[in-house]
Each structure stands twice: as C-alpha cells, then as structure tokens.
C-alpha cells in the first residue's frame, strides 16, 4: 500500500472516530429516531473536503452503517422489506451523499461550505424520502410530505447550522491548514 494512501485511510479512520464519538453528545434526540448532535457531521464531511467526493464515499457509508448499528433499527419490528428500505435509506443513502461535502473543495472558503451545505441537504432529502415512503404509518397531518418535512426538519436544519457553523470555524483556524500540509 502507496503511503499517501495509508495516510488517507488513517486520517479517514480517525475522522470517522470522531463522528462517532460526537455523536453521541445529542443536544435533542427526536422521539422517533433522528437528532441534533454536538457537530458530529463536521469530522465526517471533511474527508470529503481533504480527499475529494470519490473518495468520500467508502468512509460515509462506513460511518452510516456505524449509525446503524448505534441506532437500534434492528429493534423497530419492521417487515424485512421496510427493514432493508429503512436501513437503506435513513442510514447507508443518508450518509453516504456526505462525501457531498467535496464537491466544490478546491474553490476555496465558499466551496468548502456550499459543499458541506449541500452534502447535509442531500442527507435530508433521503430522510424526507424516507418518511414520506416508508414511515406515513405515523402521520398526524395526514399528508406525508408535510410530516416528513416537519419531523425530518425539526432535527435536520438545527444540524445544518451546527454543521455550517463548524465548518466555518474549523476552515478559520490554522487547524485545517495543518492537515491539509499533513495530507498532501
């Protein structure tokens, strides 16, 4: 294995480490699943920003199925095919459009956050996708969209800005000059 490459699979390793760990400090849990966690999408999201997008993508899905197993899914009593459609959708899809985040990476200070905004708003889309598809049986608007935007809103756009505002922070310290010295 090139070392440049064992570097970026430690690198990736530890990021993810540090997702995991964040996100288990939850500012609120939603009742059915979701929650806004203390920044925990920031660590994740930057290894699409240092390695770029398609590279991003093995470690998101890492990081989702880690998620999963966090989550309890497994504890819900749903049918095998919800099982296999939640488990894709709120989890492995969910964290996979992450590596979003490096879509625009080398565009400076404006693409690393429009790319981390873009990756979270995917991340949304697949939990909106996933409420109205899946998860209707718990509709008390009797409209689905509307109950998925609301639930999946209610913890997705604090998460936004606690991410946004992360980014922002980070990319401003000499902290991610480091590492992008150290990784190049």
Not at 43 to 68: D, E, F, H, N, R
Not at 120 to 129: D, E, I, K, Q, S
Not at 150 to 167: A, C, D, S
Request: some cysteine.
């Amino acid at each position: 294995m090139k070392k440049q490459n064992l570097q970026k699979l430690c690198v990736s390793a530890v990021l993810i480490a540090l997702s995991t760990v964040l996100s288990f400090v939850k500012i609120y849990q939603a009742p059915l699943g979701g929650s806004v966690t203390l920044l925990s999408m920031v660590p994740v999201c930057l290894i699409g920003v240092l390695y770029g997008t398609k590279y991003a993508i093995a470690p998101c899905v890492l990081y989702g199925a880690i998620q999963m197993l966090q989550g309890g899914v497994f504890g819900w009593g749903l049918t095998p095919s919800v099982l296999i459609a939640a488990i894709l959708l709120d989890y492995i899809l969910a964290f996979a459009v992450m590596c979003l985040s490096g879509l625009w990476r080398n565009k400076g200070f404006w693409g690393i956050v429009l790319g981390t905004a873009v990756a979270v708003f995917a991340r949304f889309l697949c939990h909106f996708t996933s409420g109205v598809v899946l998860w209707t049986s718990f509709d008390i608007f009797n409209n689905p969209y509307i109950y998925s935007l609301v639930y999946n809103g209610m913890y997705m756009l604090p998460e936004l800005i606690f991410t946004m505002f992360g980014t922002y922070a980070l990319y401003k310290t000499t902290s991610i000059k480091a590492i992008n010295r150290l990784v190049k």
